[in-house]
Every structure is written in C-alpha cells, then in structure tokens.
C-alpha cells in the first residue's frame, strides 16, 4: 500500500498550490479520503474529505471558501486545490484513506506527508 504526496512548497501569502496524492495498493474507489495537516507540537487536523465516490465533501472550518478536495476514482489521486494561502496554512499536508463499515474505521493509511510553506 503506497500513498504518494506531491505538490506542496514555497508559496507567498494570497498563493495557491495543488496537492497530489496518488494510492495504489488497495481499492481507492472504497475508501474514503482526507487530507489532514499538522505543525510540530500540535495534533492533526482535518482539512477536508471527500466520500467513495466523492458525493460529499467536508471541510475545517479554517479553510472552507479557500481550499477544494476532488478525487478521481479511474486514476486512484485525490486532490486538494488551496487558493489564498496563509501563513497560518503553514504545515506538512498527509493524504489519509479510510475504508468504513456502517461508519466504523476498519482500517487506514496514511502517506508520509508533503511541507506547505506560506511565507513572504
């Protein structure tokens, strides 16, 4: 199971960046998937996820109106398109997949994360 990040950087403040995360190693199209973040010394946040088949999608409050997951099913990526970055923003984004029985976790993974810097 490999879940590959790409796409993170350098950006300034009011920047945009788009992140990648291409899965392989499991059947993509069953799990749903999230983006989380995290700054050392602080826990994980959720920034946004997207359903199986990416019917509903739900973001952190911090980055609604600003950032937008998308997936595409026959090419196992998720996405997540960041406009308006700000330095608060700062931190390094994992890709998480989560395979879900009647709203139970059965199992997840989670990629080695790429560093978004927002910096002038």
């Known amino acids: 199971v490999q879940l590959v990040e790409s796409g993170g950087g350098l950006v300034q403040p009011g920047g945009s960046l788009r992140l990648s995360c291409a899965a392989s190693?499991?059947?993509?199209?069953?799990?749903?998937m999230s983006w989380y973040r995290q700054v050392p010394g602080k826990e994980h946040e959720l920034v946004a996820a997207?359903?199986?088949?990416?019917?509903?999608?739900n973001y952190a409050d911090s980055v609604k109106g600003r950032f937008t997951i998308s997936r595409d099913n026959a090419k196992s990526t998720v996405y997540l398109q960041m406009n308006g970055l700000k330095s608060e923003d700062t931190a390094v984004y994992c890709c998480?997949?989560?395979?879900?029985?009647?709203?139970?976790?059965?199992?997840?993974?989670w990629g080695q994360g790429t560093q978004v810097t927002v910096s002038s």
């Open positions: 997207i359903t199986e088949a990416g019917g509903r999608t």
């Open positions: 190693g499991f059947t993509f199209s069953r799990y749903t």
């Open positions: 998480n997949a989560q395979y879900r029985v009647s709203g139970v976790t059965i199992r997840t993974y």
